[in-house]
């Protein structure tokens, strides 16, 4: 199944490009990467300087889809185990 805006939230990120875009931190703003790991608070990007840990609850992140797209997501609503995750009802509004 591609990874559309209205799934993301429900779908595997391991494997994708991601970038942070804002961030309460603001030396973690422009990190780029694949996403290498994901637990129920952070993310971990595979980026040319190494591994790199962020806290989900505190960025914006750019995810780019293999199909192209290039969608912005708050990683609060990502807050979670990624099995759990998928449970959770969430309404997407544009």
């Not at 804002?22 to 980026?47: F, N």
């Not at 992140?61 to 998928?86: A, C, F, K, M």
Request: glycine content about 8%; cysteine-free; charged content about 30%.
């Amino acid at each position: 199944m591609a990874v559309t805006p209205y799934n993301i939230l429900r779908h595997e990120l391991i494997g994708l490009r991601a970038e942070v875009v804002e961030a309460r931190d603001k030396g973690l703003v422009g990190l780029s990467g694949k996403i290498a790991d994901e637990t129920q608070k952070t993310l971990t990007l595979k980026s040319p300087r190494g591994l790199k840990t962020i806290p989900k609850e505190y960025v914006t992140l750019s995810i780019h889809t293999d199909s192209g797209d290039t969608l912005l997501v708050n990683g609060s609503l990502l807050l979670g185990r990624p099995e759990e995750r998928i449970k959770k009802k969430i309404r997407i509004i544009f």
